[in-house]
């Protein structure tokens, strides 16, 4: 079964990577390089350490900005979700906040905390944040009524219902904000780098285009998607292991 | 959440020692569909009562407002005597859609019961493993619930429900997801329950068969707003063998008669 979901994966990499090289030959554009030099530019990064480094810088804020977004993220979310009142007070802040061009927020946040990891982390948690609360909330407002009255009727606590029913069933919705959540947060900690201060992966993107290499410019943003994809990875593994019961024959296996 | 006490420091109440359950002028008004209208109707210890009626006549209404998951809009449920304001110890619940933890195997879903009252796991895990084994599910303790048919699932609900060793069970149609053999084998398990254990049991079904076959009393609701009908009391069934109740002249004539009564509604 695993092996099957495997060789897809593979099949699905070679068709994207195959095409990648082809448009890259034709060319489509002279900004457009191949595969093949992307990936010798990507290697040449690793082998001097420059993407390490850049690496640390990038991650500093986006750890902090998804780690924040999850933790507040589901804790607003739940509370949002179990309380009509919260309810009315917050989900408008973060509809409104999902559907914000954030781009035009930033000069505001670079005003207020200037250019250092406040802002970065600010941008991270705006993009993360929304969508992580608005699943969270709409799972647990979705928790099947019969499953919360079997918990009163054999004598469950206030408590015991949250842990213990509301929030198992719901989340595998949580999880599904959390991967969206965290695939925005990257978008966030890069558009920070190059939006506010160039530093990290951003800083690479941001030159490698001022002195027109490019190779290396899509090879800092390939890594940065290879990274993204292996975090969501993690972070489905995570999800099997802590709600086992969750998987209930995904269509993949 | 207001419980009634544990039913250990219980002195029989001077009113009614042999009813375990009474509805005293129950009515449940759902906004303006008016479900439940003054019904009363008394559930005599170590018995079990059916209630039939017709789909969406009330039973479920009844039977939640009895565990105290439903507030009556008027009307008192006594349950030991002591008036319903919640569930409690006393009562146990078999859902009619199961109501199963989706990410929890069987033997969690047994003894999830236990889990909520704070018994610790061994002790849970082996009670719980004892009623998997009585309602005929050993070797799917691993299993979830979507592995199973949907009679095992409604016997891992039943399994739950006696596993909290309640006084008062009430079972919404228990017995409708499973084919006509495993039915009547359950029918007949659950009689020899009704004769061991010292428990009243409270049982929705639909069918009048069902319902003559098990039942000490049987109770017709009207349809909406509902009240009962009629209670019928089979007499002479219980101290027959069970293999021949199906063929007692008693058993035909009262399946008769409450259809006779039913038909009226349906035409
Ligand atoms: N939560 C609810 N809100 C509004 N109306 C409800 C609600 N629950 C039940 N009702 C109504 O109350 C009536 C009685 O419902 P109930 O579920 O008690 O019927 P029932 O006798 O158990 O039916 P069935 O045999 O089909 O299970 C129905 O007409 C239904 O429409
Ligand atoms: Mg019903």
Redesign the interface.
């Known amino acids: 079964m695993t092996h099957r979901s495997l060789i897809l994966k593979l099949l699905s990499a070679a068709i994207v990577f195959g095409a990648w090289e082809i448009a890259g030959r034709i060319p489509i554009s002279f900004a457009f390089p191949t595969f093949i030099d992307s990936m010798a530019a990507l290697f040449a990064m690793i082998a001097d350490g420059s993407l390490f480094a850049a690496f640390g810088e990038t991650l500093r804020p986006l750890a902090v900005g998804v780690a924040i977004s999850a933790f507040f993220g589901i804790v607003l979310g739940l509370w949002i979700g179990l309380s009509g009142w919260f309810d009315w007070l917050f989900s408008p802040i973060f509809v409104v906040m999902q559907a914000a061009p954030l781009a035009a927020l930033i000069p505001l946040l670079v005003m207020v905390y200037g250019i250092g990891l406040t802002s970065k982390v600010f941008v991270v948690c705006i993009m993360a944040m929304p969508v992580i609360v608005l699943n969270t909330a709409g799972a647990v407002r979705n928790t099947?009524a019969?499953?919360k009255?079997?918990?009163?009727?054999?004598?469950?606590?206030?408590r015991?219902i949250i842990l213990?029913?509301v929030i198992?069933?719901a989340?595998p919705i949580i999880f599904s904000g959390l991967r969206l959540g965290v695939s925005a947060g990257f978008i966030g900690a890069i558009l920070a780098e190059l939006k506010i201060t160039p530093t990290g992966v951003g800083d690479i993107i941001t030159y490698s285009r001022s002195v027109a290499d490019y190779p290396s410019m899509y090879a800092a943003i390939f890594s940065i998607i290879v990274l993204a994809v292996l975090f969501l990875n993690l972070l489905e593994r995570l999800e099997h292991t802590l709600?086992?019961?969750?998987i209930?024959?995904y269509a993949s296996d | 959440?207001p419980?009634t006490d544990l039913a250990g420091t219980d002195e029989a109440p001077a009113d009614a020692p042999e009813l375990a359950v009474t509805v005293r002028g129950v009515s449940k008004n759902y906004g303006s569909v008016e479900a439940l209208r003054n019904l009363s109707l008394d559930f005599p210890r170590g018995q079990l009562t059916a209630l039939l009626g017709p789909s969406g006549c009330g039973k479920t209404t009844l039977l939640?407002i009895i565990?105290?998951?439903l507030e009556p809009s008027a009307g008192e449920v006594r349950v030991n005597g002591r008036p319903v304001t919640?569930?409690?110890?006393d009562?146990?619940?078999v859902?009619q859609?199961f109501?199963l933890?989706?990410?929890?195997?069987v033997l969690r879903n047994v003894a999830?019961?236990l889990?909520?009252?704070g018994v610790a796991r061994a002790e849970r895990e082996a009670i719980a493993e004892r009623y998997i084994a009585q309602v005929g599910l050993s070797g799917f303790e691993q299993s979830?619930p979507?592995e199973l048919s949907g009679g095992m699932r409604q016997r891992v609900g039943l399994a739950?429900a006696l596993s909290?060793d309640a006084e008062v069970l009430l079972m919404d149609e228990p017995f409708s997801a499973v084919d006509e053999q495993t039915r009547r084998k359950f029918q007949e398990d659950l009689l020899g329950l009704v004769a061991r254990e010292n428990k009243t049991f409270i049982f929705v079904t639909h069918s009048i068969e069902e319902a003559v076959y098990v039942s000490d009393q049987v109770a017709i609701l009207l349809p909406r707003p509902s009240r009962v009908s009629e209670i019928i009391r089979p007499q002479g069934l219980r101290t027959k063998d069970v293999a021949n109740i199906r063929r007692d002249p008693e058993y035909l004539d009262i399946v008769d008669r409450i259809w006779n009564s039913l038909r009226s509604y349906v035409e």
């Open positions: 099947p019969s499953l009255e079997m918990g009163r009727a054999f004598l469950g606590n206030r015991d213990k029913i198992p069933a989340s709600f086992r019961g969750n209930r024959g | 959440m419980q939640k565990a105290g998951l919640g569930p409690g110890p009562r146990a619940f859902f859609d109501a933890l989706p990410w929890a195997t999830f019961g889990e909520l009252r979830y979507h739950r909290v």
